[in-house]
């Protein structure tokens, strides 16, 4: 089969490569990008990896979904610092999916683009015997679950591994949460909180409008439409449902018994056409997203949401918010809360925190004594995170983390291709990463449903 690099113009022949569990003695890893509608498909691709071929298969329909994804691969290549040696074959294709599963370049595809066909494309390429890491979410609709339930059950069976790109549990202010809630000398026992006050909150506030890799980001216009996005309560909730769980209960399997769902909703951010414009570049809205556009011409999308349940009896609250675009000098932000009998463990990234996110401890009664416990605590996480220290802030310490742990969301992609490539060396995920997805997805179609209920 000819195919032609659209970087280079030239022409190659491309083989089979072997579908079997990657381990050392076999060829390395081959990637493969099947419709990369999405931004964080290219994100992988922003560093390289000394497993992985540096020639990758796109399979896509001609568009410009596809051409922003080759130009943001070409800018990672053409970089002044360090840039990337990425060999892109392009297989151009109205049927991406069948395409792909006839030729089958590569051992590992890269799922990151328009979510109503997502798990429809994950459990054929399982069966097909391809390993897949896919963006979240894998399912924005309820009767995703059992297509989801088969495809990690065909996984298992045809040794390939399936895995959600989690990228939060790699930013620095989270983990040195996790350890400290860890630690029940500083952190106590994990309260249970109420369902006015939970113990646990995980808010993100996200912007349609914002900049990657320091060039303005050209939204899809799919992306405004629910029906292939996904809604707000499904869509980044994925990262914060999985996160509650991480921490509270970090490498314990999870059923589903665990949680009980309490309460849901969703609403809608309103954009106008001059907002859409600048955040895809097109200069009507298309007619898919005229169902969604109110007598105004005003468009909303149901992209806000909000769920509190309980895991394994803590209260737990999950909040995603999409405005236009952030105040000058603020990103996409994120707020949260771990309680404790003894401390709480906050992260705020508010105009107060110039915008960047920050770890306080927070004791529940002052007294003598907490200033050993905390130095002790910071004592701990320097074996793992040397240079971490601590101040005094208002209500209790600030903990202070060295900018070379600092790398942003961008960053953490390549920290987990480097985590899925060793799975795949190991040819196993750890025992509680299947059974805590299932879990986490059903949580979230839990509190789909729930949201439409009166």
């Known amino acids: 089969m000819k195919i032609i690099t659209p970087l280079t113009g030239t022409l190659a022949v491309v083989g089979l490569v072997s579908l079997l569990p990657l381990h050392a003695e076999q060829k390395p890893v081959r990637l493969m990008t099947l419709d990369p509608g999405h931004f964080h498909a290219a994100l992988v691709q922003k560093s390289m990896y000394a497993e992985v071929s540096p020639e990758v298969h796109v399979f896509a329909p001609a568009g410009p979904d596809l051409d922003l994804h080759l130009n943001r691969i070409n800018g990672f290549n053409t970089r002044t610092e360090n840039p990337t040696t990425w060999k892109t074959q392009v297989h151009r294709s109205d049927n991406s999916l069948d395409a792909m599963l006839k030729l089958r370049p590569g051992n590992v595809v890269v799922l990151a683009g328009d979510n109503s066909r997502k798990t429809d494309n994950i459990l054929a390429s399982v069966k097909a015997g391809i390993n897949v890491l896919a963006d979240k979410p894998m399912i924005i609709t309820p009767d995703g679950m059992d297509k989801l339930r088969e495809a990690f059950k065909v996984a298992q069976k045809k040794k390939v591994l399936l895995y959600d790109i989690m990228t939060e549990r790699h930013e620095i202010t989270t983990m040195l949460q996790r350890a400290l809630s860890q630690m029940p000398a500083l952190y106590g026992e994990q309260s249970q909180g109420s369902p006015a006050t939970p113990a646990v909150t995980k808010e993100s506030v996200h912007h349609y409008f914002k900049y990657v890799s320091g060039k303005p980001l050209k939204r899809p216009p799919w992306f405004f439409d629910v029906t292939a996005e996904g809604e707000g309560i499904v869509d980044v909730t994925t990262h914060l449902v999985d996160l509650i769980q991480w921490e509270c209960f970090p490498n314990q399997i999870m059923e589903q018994s665990d949680v009980k769902m309490l309460s849901a ?24 997203l005229k169902k969604y556009i109110n007598a105004e011409g005003i468009l909303e999308v149901d992209c806000n949401g909000e769920m509190i349940y309980t895991l394994k009896g803590v209260h737990c609250k999950v909040s995603v918010i999409w405005n236009f675009q952030a105040p000058e000098g603020a ?100 025992a509680w990463e299947v059974p805590n997805m299932l879990v986490k997805y059903q949580t979230i179609m839990d509190a789909y449903q729930l949201s439409r209920k009166k």
């Open 265 to 288: 909703r969703t609403w809608p951010t309103k954009l106008t056409l001059t907002q859409f414009t600048k955040a895809t570049g097109l200069k009507a809205f298309p007619a898919s």
């Open 331 to 430: 990103k996409d932000t994120h707020y949260s809360i771990m309680q404790g009998t003894r401390c709480a463990l906050v992260i705020r990234q508010g105009a107060g925190q110039g915008y960047q996110p920050t770890l306080y401890i927070e004791p529940v009664q002052k007294g003598t004594g907490l200033t050993k416990l905390v130095q002790a605590a910071i004592g701990n996480l320097q074996k793992n995170w040397p240079g971490v220290t601590v101040k005094t802030s208002d209500n209790g310490w600030q903990v202070v983390i060295p900018q070379k742990y600092k790398i942003g969301h961008e960053g953490h992609f390549a920290q987990v291709t480097k985590a899925y490539l060793s799975y795949l060396k190991e040819g196993k995920l750890p």
